[in-house]
């Protein structure tokens, strides 16, 4: 036997080892015309007259209805209908189960029957092991002195193994009707010691799922005190189920979390709640004690429904009762909650899509009532080959945006796009491009808008877009260092008419920024509502390395634009002035080991590095480090809040020092001073958050250990340390 038998003798433990190396389990052999006929086949067959029974030896298979049996040895007496086998013993069930033993009585039926020295490998996975064991006609099998474990009981090297974990007990009832396994006197083994007894247990084997007992989390925080959660899963159909789940807590009260999940034949979905009654504070400077309790909550739920091929309706709802909540219990550390609803029709050569949302704020100071609600976003997109040669793109939109104490704005606009692409006798890839649009704003409340550049007029107007493109790409290829290189120099000149963008709203082009991403686009504002207008033109490289386990990418460009007008991106975005700042991006990989990737913008003027941001990963799946920075450093006005002047630092590591040991780490700080932001509290060096533990993995277990620290207080949720103690057994079901 490969693993430790609770209380079973040591003997019949190294007999089931031994057999672990033994033959596959019989082959399924055609059925015989009469169901009640054993077939078989064996290497000699002998006859005992007087005794009345038949002895088969040398590979002996026998098959009746599903059940299987493999012996060297099997003896049949005719007059009690007995059967014993002995030596390699192997019996099947209809389910893929398998029992070895060193001796075996059945019946002639071969259903029912008494197994010494016992070991059932599930055909789902796992394995059962006892001193004796009894299967019934029905296939129920009952063992003593038995023990459960899903693990794998050898290693890489195919020798024999403990398991991390197994389940001993008195007596131990396998159904395979209801794929479960039940347990009188039971007691968890973890890593070979014993934990706390469990007079009754029971679970699911298999890839379906049960009612039961799910794996507890237990945590710290210096919040909330101690907590205890222990979730219970309700199987309510074979395609849906809940998880009610008691958070217990010694510092604070109780809460509770349902989680409700369906799937159907068109789709699925999921609903998470959670509730308690606590005191609660949005501001800094209120403390819990001074607040009165109230009631607190979470709703989250997701959606998705494919009702054919081509149309599917998809949905979150994510809602919170405050804005501190979240935070408090660890549940989130996000700043806004996004709740949206979509249904879309895509295929080959068309999209139409209808959305809606809602915004709701958890920052603290922001105003819930200038977050936009979206009733609804109406998108419909075209595309048709063979228009004049090239390809032509068709879209109609309307948005209708409204605030409860801001600014509503509603919007239309229908373009046509056509792309003229061709490769030129020297290898050129040339893109011709013709851009129209026609928009039509409807702007009231602008007055609430505090950016007097998002506002636009109150009333309707319209406008009007034109650009003409083209677009030279020129790849040079060729061999270098044993590998292949590859130089692609790019020109592109758009020219647009002015527009009158100050005279429409702005919703969904303030986070404008010169990247790499978007150096070459026909609008460099992302969104719609802002165009850039003028004539441009734009120069850059693109370069590949490919050697043998090293690539190289990187990017690097500028552009000019002749008007020497003012225009409307806001200044440090780097296209204020006639030329644009350079901007660019390297990626390196070396084979799975190191990959780095370098985005940067830098003055025009001076070269100073306006934008700067590295992420890097150096190490295997099993040790390796990540490391990320990031520094905008633009000169940007405060007011414009969606273009904020910042710089962090990342880090994060897993070290793997033993074969499933592991420890982790990872941090987040605040380097933002003065020079990047003039609002920003911080002294140039904040930490946020860090986290630190310790973790064992292996094909069946994950228990770890966390400590985390967060030095940001935010209401209620206070900064300090909270621990999180992780066990997971992967295969034990539901």
């Not at 474990?149 to 403990?162: D, E, I, L, R």
């Not at 403390?287 to 979150?316: C, E, H, I, M, N």
């Not at 370069?543 to 043998?548: R, S, W």
């Amino acid at each position: 036997m490969l693993f430790a038998l609770a209380q079973a003798q040591p003997a019949a433990a190294q007999d089931l080892q031994d057999r672990q190396a033994s033959p596959p389990p019989p082959a399924e052999t055609a059925a015989p015309a009469d169901p009640d006929q054993v077939q078989f086949s064996a290497a000699t067959l002998e006859y005992d007259q007087d005794a009345d029974t038949v002895t088969a030896s040398g590979d002996v298979r026998m098959y009746r209805q599903g059940d299987k049996l493999r012996a060297d040895q099997v003896v049949w007496n005719r007059k009690t209908g007995k059967v014993v086998a002995t030596g390699n013993i192997a019996v099947t069930n209809p389910q893929g189960d398998v029992a070895y033993g060193d001796k075996i009585e059945l019946t002639d039926s071969l259903k029912d029957g008494v197994v010494d020295n016992m070991l059932v490998v599930l055909d789902q996975g796992g394995r059962l092991a006892a001193v004796k064991g009894v299967r019934d006609k029905d296939g129920v099998i009952t063992l003593r002195q038995a023990a459960y474990t899903p693990c794998a009981v050898t290693n890489s090297s195919g020798c024999p193994k403990n398991p991390s974990w197994k389940i001993t007990a008195v007596k131990v009832v396998y159904r395979p009707d209801r794929k479960r396994i039940y347990y009188t006197g039971a007691r968890f083994n973890l890593f070979g010691f014993a934990t706390i007894p469990l007079p009754k247990l029971s679970n699911p084997v298999g890839d379906g799922a049960d009612s039961g007992l799910l794996s507890p989390d237990i945590r710290y925080s210096r919040t909330n005190g101690f907590e205890v959660a222990l979730p219970y899963y309700f199987r309510l159909a074979p395609n849906r189920g809940l998880t009610v789940t008691p958070h217990v807590y010694t510092s604070v009260a109780p809460m509770a979390q349902a989680q409700y999940e369906a799937l159907t034949g068109n789709g699925a979905y999921k609903v998470t709640g959670y509730a308690t009654v606590s005191p609660r504070s949005d501001f800094l400077a209120t403390t819990p004690t001074s607040t009165k309790s109230a009631f607190r909550g979470y709703l989250d739920g997701v959606a998705r429904f494919q009702f054919d091929p081509y149309w599917s309706l998809s949905s979150s709802i994510r809602l919170t009762t405050d804005r501190t909540f979240l935070r408090r219990y660890d549940i989130s550390s996000d700043d806004r909650l996004r709740s949206t609803v979509s249904l879309e029709r895509i295929d080959p050569n068309t999209y139409f899509g209808v959305t809606g949302w809602f915004v709701q704020t958890l920052r603290l100071g922001d105003r819930q009532g200038l977050q936009p609600i979206a009733l609804p976003e109406i998108d419909y997109r075209r595309r048709i080959d063979d228009v004049l040669a090239g390809r032509l793109q068709l879209q109609v939109n309307t948005l209708g945006i409204t605030r409860t104490s801001g600014q509503d704005t509603q919007r239309a606009f229908a373009s046509a796009q056509w792309d003229l692409r061709r490769i030129t006798p020297w290898g050129q890839e040339v893109t011709l491009t013709a851009y129209a649009r026609g928009d039509v704003y409807n702007a009231s409340d602008t007055v609430a808008t505090t950016v007097a550049s998002y506002r636009g007029e109150s009333g309707v107007h319209a406008r009007a877009i034109g650009a003409l493109a083209l677009d030279i790409k020129w790849p040079l290829i060729g061999e270098f260092l044993g590998g292949m290189q590859r130089l692609t120099p790019r020109f592109q000149i758009v020219a647009s008419p002015p527009t009158r963008n100050l005279l429409v709203p702005n919703e969904d082009a303030r986070a404008v920024d010169l990247e790499d991403s978007n150096l070459f686009a026909l609008n460099r504002f992302p969104g719609y509502d802002r165009w850039e207008d003028s004539t441009r033109f734009t120069i850059g490289v693109d370069y590949a390395l490919d050697l043998p386990g090293i690539a190289i990418n990187a990017t690097i460009g500028e552009s000019y634009r002749l008007s020497s007008k003012p225009t409307i991106f806001p200044d440090g975005t780097g296209l204020t002035d006639r030329w644009s700042d350079i901007v660019g991006r390297t990626e390196v990989r070396i084979r799975d080991f190191v990959s780095v990737v370098h985005r940067y913008r830098l003055d025009k003027d001076n070269f100073a590095i306006r934008r700067n941001e590295i992420d890097a990963t150096v190490g295997t799946k099993r040790t390796y480090i990540l490391l990320g920075y990031l520094r905008l450093n633009r000169n940007i006005s405060t007011t414009l809040e969606d273009l904020r002047d910042r710089e962090e630092a990342r880090v994060g590591a897993r070290v793997g020092f033993a074969r499933f040991w592991s420890i982790f780490g990872s941090a987040t700080v605040d380097l933002t001073d003065r020079n990047e932001d003039p609002l920003s509290i911080s002294d140039g060096f904040d930490p946020v958050r860090h986290r630190l533990g310790v973790q064992y993995e292996d094909d069946c277990l994950r228990l770890g250990l966390t400590w985390r620290r967060d030095y940001q207080t935010t209401g209620d949720a206070r900064r300090g340390n909270s621990f999180l103690l992780t066990l997971a057994f992967k295969n034990l079901g539901r």
